[in-house]
């Protein structure tokens, strides 16, 4: 009889988390879950979840069990461009996401872990190289010299190189994916953490004026990758043997403004875009998905418009549901 691998997925009650715990449960695995919290919008198919503080070296080391087979490693404290580059949460950020690693890599060491997967993020990327919002450069090699535009880009850096030493040290089993901007349902819509799809999501489905804001001058770009993607890549990146970061992301830029004027006629609503000041990131963001192709013979292929449209729904109904609180009086 084969063994039932089994899988530990630390932020299990994170956005991704959530989506990776169900496609993991959908191959046969045995999955444990850890967090601060359970997902918010969805019950957790994990066999078992903890409550958790991974900041813990103890947490850390009650979770990894003996016989695991996998760790994905998602915790962090992150959020959207509200959260991340106002610059009020910088210490905050650094500190519980590094404290994380510190403890999850060390655990997975001391129990001798096969393989274990990080999720980085494409803000680890130098802010020089994307100051053309039509030209950003993204591709892997690109990220040193390093100079990332956030607190929350250099902490992912420096654990970047901290899962890289433990693979050369200790001869771990560790996988690296860039995440570029992942967005779905069961995601964060309110509350200041959520992220540009999400949020304009929101805003149309609440506008009562027929009018929504879109911070800066909506000429910055990036690329937003659908959850189920990202889930996809993440498992092709983690069964490759591959070390070495890779981006998991979509290369079909757009504006933002674009992204807001796709929104709005995903709805069907006529509503108008007023641009106003707000942190914004580096003025244009894509993945660059030559080496992921080029290593898993695979790339993210579906079109924004698709992930929008089943987001939008999504969103909707949330803010639809009896009981919801708008997010002005939130």
């Known amino acids: 009889m084969t063994r039932q691998k089994r899988v530990l997925v630390c932020g299990a009650g994170g956005f991704i988390g959530t989506h990776l715990v169900a496609r993991l449960k959908s191959e046969g695995c045995h999955v444990l879950g850890v967090d601060l919290k359970y997902p918010e919008f969805s019950e957790s198919q994990a066999d ?17 069990s003996d016989d695991v087979d996998e760790i994905y490693q998602l915790a962090a404290d992150m959020g959207g461009a509200g959260f991340v580059f106002t610059g009020d949460n910088d210490a905050q950020i650094m500190h519980n996401s590094a404290l ?24 680890i990327y130098p802010e020089h190289n994307q100051t053309d919002p039509e030209n950003p450069r993204c591709e892997e090699d690109s990220a040193y010299p390093a ?25 771990m089993g560790v996988a690296i994916g860039r995440y570029h901007n992942v967005f779905g349902p069961l995601g964060t819509w309110r509350g200041g953490r959520e992220k540009a ?8 489905c609440e506008t009562q004026t027929g009018e929504i804001e879109v911070w800066g001058d ?30 998991i992301g979509s290369d079909e830029m757009i504006s933002i403004n674009d992204l807001a004027k796709l929104i709005i006629e995903i709805s069907g609503k006529t509503v108008a875009i007023r641009n106003v000041p707000g942190p914004e990131g580096v003025r244009g963001r894509n993945s660059d998905n030559q080496r992921i192709s080029q290593t898993l ?9 698709k992930g929008l449209s089943e987001t939008y729904g999504w969103i909707e109904e949330q803010v639809n549901m009896p009981g919801a609180v708008p997010h002005s009086a939130a």
């Open 48 to 64: 078992a979840f903890e409550i958790g503080d991974l900041r813990s070296p103890s947490v850390c080391e009650r979770v990894v």
């Open 218 to 247: 909506g000429r910055q770009t990036r690329s937003f990758l659908y959850v189920d993607e990202c889930v996809e890549g993440t498992l092709k990146l983690m069964r490759s043997g591959h070390g070495a970061p890779l981006n």
């Open 197 to 204: 799809p999400a949020a304009l999501c929101r805003k149309v």
């Open 100 to 123: 994380i690693n510190l403890n999850m890599l060390e655990a997975a060491r001391l129990k001798r872990c096969p393989k274990i997967f990080y999720a980085s993020s494409a803000c």
């Open 297 to 305: 013979g695979w790339a993210p292929t579906q079109p924004l418009r």
């Open 147 to 171: 100079a990332p535009d956030s607190e929350y880009g250099w902490e992912k850096l420096f654990s970047e190189r901290l899962y890289l030493s433990y693979a050369r040290n200790y001869d």
